[in-house]
């Protein structure tokens, strides 16, 4: 074998250090591999080397080029790199493949979204002035959902997944389907959840790769919009899919299958579900099976004000195709560009001062107690007139330590902020967590708790009232609430005889800011110029929140 010596530069533009095959051209540069796509000049494959390669100058370069695996060698005064050098092609050889058709495919919408980032800058606020025109929504609940597509770049563990609870029709598929051109790239969509949608023990007789979803998802949001359809199904496939989820959560999931045998797979994403309340509240104990993995917002009713909006863009003579395409590129470019920024964006982001963390805390030690487990049972006992009175009597509790909670509302603070185009964690981030906390309980729980949000304390009987439920419902509720620490109970006597006449129950001393001036602060909108959306977070100053942060933040 005969080696000639040649110089780098040599290297670099002769021909030889090139090899063209199934329309890829294999590039061997000093201390450089790329392999190229002759079709439109990608570069497929970079990775620099700490050898110099040369190429063999033999017969054998008719069936290097025919095999596409050329043979390199060191430099003669370096001859016990060889074996580096072998390891090298036998890893790119392994690791690289030409592209297969989605894969180019994807490729194509990855240059597409790029181009997103390159025009005129768009902010959160023209995005949200924009989706006014298509829809009547929440402005906090667009800026929830860019947040969380964000977050699935930023790496966060545990990840954040959100449920949107709305009533048919409350424009909740709208706002997540505005993402839907950053499919496959940085978002994964699904109409609905089959039952083994994430892992199949399914072989393809053809001998292809089975296609599971789970692998799909890494570092990406899957938007699933209806999660009904899931809650239609036998009660085995949907415990099954939820038990999936479970262990999905945690990043590292495997599943054994006779026909696969255990297949494990590693994926961190975040998600974003829709639901019915209807739906939801008839199902909500198979979401109890999730545990707290789920952050949930639940689209309030609208206003006059806001129904008559909601008429006029409906009675428009726009082209309202046209308009949600218009939306949808804005929101994607207001999506890229935050990603584009985003190194930068979290490199200079400042640490939760002592107040953000003391309200985070605060706010994630309600939320574990609000979601804890409450075991009761019910019993029964003649009264004085001989009839059968029943009652709910707490056997034991499973209470939720706050650490998960904590991470759930400070990840979703963090990316709030950064959607929002913030450095740091603000009192209005923090507003818009709290109300995502507020939701993100039993819905059963949720209802009595509002009735703090105007009276400061109440009795079972005037729960039933106001709240519409049973009073023997209340009552179990209340007895929960206490159990679990977030209640307080005295006794009611009459004024005049002083007879016992029930107990009256009213929020501890340490959550009663936050259950009664629940809603007060108007999270239309969390972004610094929205105007009028923002006249209540006006009222909140730095000074206010250093006097006592727990007090004066709810």
């Known amino acids: 074998m005969v080696q000639a010596k040649t110089t780098n530069q040599q290297k670099a533009a002769d021909p030889k250090y090139r090899v063209r095959k199934d329309g890829y051209e294999w590039i061997f540069r000093p201390r450089e591999l790329i392999i190229k796509s002759m079709t439109n000049g990608d570069i497929a494959y970079r990775s620099c080397y700490p050898i110099d390669f040369y ?29 580096s050098i072998t390891s ?24 597409e979204l790029s181009k997103l980032s390159g025009i005129h800058q768009v902010d959160l606020q023209t995005l949200l002035g924009v989706a006014d025109r298509i829809c009547v929504y929440p402005h906090e609940l667009l800026e929830i959902i860019l947040a969380v597509a964000i977050s699935s770049q930023m790496n966060m563990q545990p990840p954040i997944w959100l449920m949107i609870i709305g009533a048919p029709s409350s424009s909740k598929t709208e706002l997540v389907k505005l993402f839907d051109s950053l499919h496959d790239v940085f978002a994964y969509y699904v109409d609905a959840l089959t039952e083994n949608a994430f892992t199949s023990g399914y072989v393809p007789p053809d001998g292809s790769e089975p296609k599971d979803l789970l692998p799909l998802l890494d570092n990406k949001c899957l938007i699933v919009k209806d999660y009904t359809t899931l809650f239609s199904m036998r009660e085995d496939t949907i415990k099954k899919i939820l038990g999936d989820l479970t262990g999905i959560f945690d990043k590292d999931f495997s599943k054994f299958s006779a026909t696969r045998g255990n297949v494990r797979y590693s994926s961190l994403f975040s998600q974003i579900g829709c639901v019915t309340p209807a739906i939801f509240n008839k199902h909500y104990r198979y979401m109890n099976q999730l545990g707290a993995r789920f952050l949930y917002y639940k689209i309030p009713q609208l206003t006059k004000d806001e129904l008559n909006k909601g008429f006029a863009i409906a009675n428009s003579s726009n082209d309202r195709e046209a308009t949600i395409k218009a939306v949808k590129n804005i929101a994607s470019a207001c999506f890229m560009q935050t990603v584009d920024k985003l190194p930068a964006t979290l490199k200079n982001f400042k640490e939760k001062d002592a107040v953000t963390q003391k309200m985070l805390q605060h706010l994630s030690v309600f939320l574990a107690k609000a979601r804890s487990l409450v075991m009761t049972q ?19 509790k499973q209470e939720e330590q706050p650490w998960r909670a904590l991470q759930q509302l400070t990840h979703l603070a963090k990316a709030l902020a950064i959607a929002r185009g913030k450095d740091s964690i603000s009192h209005q981030e923090i507003a818009t967590v709290r109300n995502v906390a507020m939701n993100s309980m039993p819905i059963d729980r949720a209802k009595v708790l509002a009735i703090f949000k105007e009276k400061t304390d109440t009795t079972s009987k005037e729960l039933s009232n106001n709240a519409g439920i049973d ?31 029930g107990n009256r129950y009213f929020p501890v001393i340490e959550f009663e800011d936050i259950l009664r001036n629940y809603n007060n602060i108007d999270v239309k909108g969390g972004t610094a110029s929205n105007g009028p959306d923002h006249k209540n977070y006006d009222k909140i100053t730095p000074e206010m929140l250093n006097s006592s942060p727990e007090k004066i933040l709810f």
């Open 471 to 501: 009073q023997r419902t209340a009552q179990k509720l209340l007895k929960e609430l206490l159990e679990l620490g977030i209640l307080d109970m005295r006794a009611d006597a009459d004024e005049i005889t002083g007879a016992h006449k």
């Open 88 to 111: 090298i092609l036998v890893k790119v050889a392994n690791n690289w493949h030409p592209p297969t058709a989605e894969e180019i495919k994807k490729q194509g919408q990855k240059k």
């Open 378 to 396: 019910q019993n029964a006992f003649k009264n004085d007139k001989g009839d059968n009175v029943s009652y709910h009597e707490i056997v034991d």
């Open 55 to 83: 190429w063999v100058q033999n017969s054998c370069q008719e069936k290097i080029t025919r095999s596409a695996q050329p043979i390199l060698y060191g430099d003669q005064k370096r001859a016990q790199a060889i074996p």
